[in-house]
C-alpha cells in the first residue's frame, strides 16, 4: 500500500472533500484492524469450513483434502509460521512504515530477495532492476533501497526464510509423494493454508471424514462448489437485468469501468502473493494475501452478450471509497437499488457479489437495522457525519462479512473474492 499522499496523486483527486473523505474511511479501516485480524480467519462450525473450501478449483480443494488428513503437521507448520512472522516483525518494527513495506514487498518475491541477499556491494541501481520478475516502480523501488541501505537486514531475512523452508521440508519428508505434493500447493496459497491452521479442529474433523469416505466427501464438495456457480450466475443474471433497464446507469458504468482499468494505480497484473512464513502486513485492516490482484480485475466486462459478472471489492473500495460515485449519480442510484434488493429477508450474500456488499453497506445503510437507499450521491454525503458516528462509519454487516470471509485475496476460488463462510447447498457429515 502506499501512502496516502502518494495514492491521492495517482487517482488524481483534487476535490478536497473527496481526499477528506477517503483519509477518513482509510483510518476507521487501520483502527478496526485489530479486532478484525483476530477473528477473520476463525470459522465455528463444519459447514463454515466446507463453505470455506467449496468455492476453490478441483485441484486445491483436494490439495486441501489431503493435507487435512495430517493436523499434527498442519499444527507444526502453524507453530513454525508464528515464528517465524513474530522475529520478522520484531526486525523491521523500528523502522518507518514505508521501509516495512518494503521488506513486506520483498517478501512476496523469495527467490529475488535470495539474490539480494546474497548480492555483492555496489552494485549499481540498473543491475539491481535486472533481477526483478517485473519492473513495477514499487518493487524496484523496494529492491533498490533494501539491498542499498539495508543488505544486513535482508541476508538476516533471508535466513529467517531458509530456516522456515528447512522445517517445512522436514515436517513433510516422511509423508507419502501426494501428500507432500498436496503441503507444496498449499504453501503457495498462503490464503488456503492459513485458513487449515487456525481452525485446526474443523480441518481434523473433515481430514476424519475423507479418510472415512473420500469419494463421498469429494463429491459433495463439489455439489457445494456448482451451488455457489449458480447462485453466483443467479446474481450476475439479476444484477444484468437490473442495469439493463436503466441505458444511463448503463453508460455510467461502462464510463466508470474504463476510469478504474485506466488508473495505474489499480491496474497491476502481478499476483505475487505474500510469504506465508512473514504474512500480509500487520496494518491492512482485513486478511489481503493477493495485493495486485486485489485490485486489478473490476469483476464485470461487458461482452457480445452485453454485461457479464459483478463489481469486485476493488471496483467498489475505488468506486466509494475514491469519490468517485459522485460523477456517476445513475449508477450510484442502481448500485443502491441491488444493495437493497440483496438484502431482502435471509437472502445468503454470494461469493460473487460479497466484495460489492461489504464496501456498499457503508453508503446504503447507516445502522445495523435500518436501510436508507439515497437517490443520489449528494444525499449521502450530507449524512456523512451520522455515518462516521455510528460504529467508526461501519455497518454491522460490513462488519459481519469481513468476520466471515477468511481471506478478501483467496483468489484460488473462481470468484472475486475467494473461501468465506458462506452457508447453502449441503454439507458433509454429520456435525
Not at 103 to 109: E, I, M, Q, W
Not at 141 to 160: C, G, M
Amino acid at each position: 500500500m502506499k501512502t496516502f499522499r502518494r495514492y491521492c496523486a495517482k487517482i488524481n483527486i483534487i476535490d478536497a472533500r473527496l481526499i477528506f473523505h477517503e483519509l477518513v474511511l482509510l483510518i476507521l479501516l487501520l483502527a478496526l484492524s485489530i479486532s478484525v485480524l483476530a477473528q477473520s480467519n476463525k470459522l465455528e462450525t463444519d459447514q463454515g469450513m466446507e463453505a470455506s473450501i467449496a468455492p476453490y478449483d478441483p485441484d486445491v480443494r483436494l490439495a486441501i483434502l489431503q493435507a487435512s488428513l495430517y493436523p499434527q503437521v498442519l499444527t507444526r507448520l502453524q507453530k513454525s509460521q508464528t515464528e517465524t512472522a513474530t522475529a520478522f516483525q520484531k526486525m523491521i518494527s523500528r523502522f518507518r512504515k514505508q521501509k516495512q513495506e518494503w521488506f513486506y514487498t520483498l517478501t512476496r518475491y523469495p527467490d529475488l530477495m535470495h539474490q539480494l541477499a546474497n548480492l555483492p556491494s555496489k552494485q549499481t541501481q540498473s543491475e539491481v532492476y535486472k533481477l526483478l520478475p517485473h519492473q513495477d516502480p514499487d518493487l524496484q523501488e523496494a529492491a533498490w533501497k533494501l539491498y542499498k541501505n539495508e543488505r544486513k537486514n535482508l541476508v538476516k531475512l533471508d535466513n529467517v526464510r531458509v530456516t522456515a523452508n528447512r522445517e517445512f521440508e522436514k515436517s513433510i519428508a516422511r509423508l507419502s509423494a501426494p501428500a507432500r505434493e498436496a503441503f507444496h500447493k498449499l504453501e503457495t496459497k498462503p490464503d488456503v493454508l492459513t485458513l487449515l491452521t487456525n481452525n485446526i479442529d474443523l480441518t481434523t474433523r473433515l481430514g476424519e471424514q475423507y479418510k472415512n469416505n473420500p469419494a463421498q466427501v469429494t463429491h459433495q464438495l463439489k455439489v457445494l462448489h456448482d451451488n455457489f456457480e449458480v447462485q453466483n450466475e443467479r446474481e450476475a443474471s439479476a444484477f444484468k437485468k437490473q442495469m439493463e433497464a436503466d441505458p444511463q446507469a448503463m453508460k455510467e458504468l461502462r464510463q466508470a469501468s474504463n476510469a478504474y482499468s485506466n488508473n495505474s494505480y489499480y491496474n497491476n497484473p502481478y499476483y505475487y502473493p505474500y510469504s506465508y512464513w512473514f504474512g500480509y502486513p500487520y496494518w491492512y485492516a482485513y486478511p489481503m494475501w493477493y495485493p495486485g490482484m486485489f485490485w486489478y480485475n473490476p469483476g464485470f466486462y461487458f461482452g457480445v452478450g452485453g454485461l457479464y459478472g459483478l463489481p469486485s471489492y476493488g471496483f467498489s473500495f475505488w468506486f466509494y471509497s475514491g469519490g468517485y460515485y459522485t460523477r456517476y449519480p445513475h449508477l450510484y442510484h442502481q448500485f443502491g437499488n441491488y444493495y437493497k434488493s440483496n438484502l431482502v429477508g435471509t437472502r445468503a450474500t454470494a461469493t460473487l457479489n460479497r466484495g460489492f456488499m461489504g464496501v456498499a453497506a457503508t453508503h446504503y445503510r447507516t445502522d445495523g437495522a435500518r436501510l436508507n437507499t439515497f437517490s443520489s450521491p449528494m444525499s449521502h454525503s450530507r449524512l456523512g457525519s451520522q455515518m462516521r458516528q455510528n460504529n467508526g462509519g461501519m455497518s454491522n454487516r460490513f462488519n459481519t462479512n469481513i468476520n466471515r470471509t477468511n481471506s478478501w485475496g483467496g483468489f484460488g476460488a473462481r470468484s472475486n473474492i475467494g473461501g468465506g463462510g458462506i452457508h447453502g447447498g449441503g454439507h458433509i457429515g454429520r456435525h
